[in-house]
């Protein structure tokens, strides 16, 4: 009995640092997406020298290396609240950094579609442009908090109110946020 405690035990930290591990990487390749996308608008006759192959392949290793060992220490650490205040900070930085590059370069792509406009004598462009990257971000930015926003929500009540019967009561849906994590990757 106490061998299928303990296996039980190390597989619930396997699947923690695995969801903690997603959740990071996950949020680290939507912020890369958007450091791309700025430098490939800023900075576009460089964007070739400054973003090659091989920078591309050590990003790309260096974000799964840090959202593995990152996810190992917060579960072997074993403070709920601590690992819950942790991904929360580095969610809302993400979302910061996220919301700041592509406002900034929604601001520019308006001012160039405003000044073409301008020279064409065309009123509609502008709106137009803005719209097409208005959805791209909602619906990449959505997808996301519709696939973690449940676990997020359930990780804050177990860490906030977990004798709450409300809270008690969204617990026993977890296994439903698992499968929209898992979800967040197809």
Request: charge should be positive; charged fraction near 10%.
């Amino acid at each position: 009995m106490i061998l299928q405690d303990e296996t039980a035990r190390h597989m619930d930290n396997v699947m923690d640092v695995l969801i903690c591990c997603s959740f990071m990487a996950s949020l680290s390749f939507l912020g890369v997406i958007a450091i791309d996308r700025y430098i490939t608008i800023f900075y576009a006759l460089r964007y070739h020298s400054i973003m090659t192959i091989q920078r591309a392949v050590v990003i790309i290793a260096a974000i799964w290396v840090i959202s593995t060992g990152a996810s190992t220490i917060f579960i072997a650490f074993d403070d709920n609240k601590t690992v819950v205040l942790c991904l929360l900070t580095y969610l809302l930085f993400m979302l910061i950094l996220i919301m700041g590059l592509y406002i900034h370069m929604f601001m520019l792509a308006r001012r160039h579609a405003r000044a073409i406009s301008r020279m064409h004598r065309k009123h509609t462009a502008p709106q137009r442009t803005s719209l097409k990257g208005a959805i791209t971000l909602s619906i990449l930015l959505g997808v996301f908090f519709v696939c973690w926003g449940p676990f997020f929500l359930h990780l804050i009540l177990f860490v906030t109110c977990p004798n709450h019967p409300f809270c008690h009561c969204y617990f026993q849906y977890f296994n439903l946020c698992v499968i929209l994590v898992i979800c967040n990757s197809v």
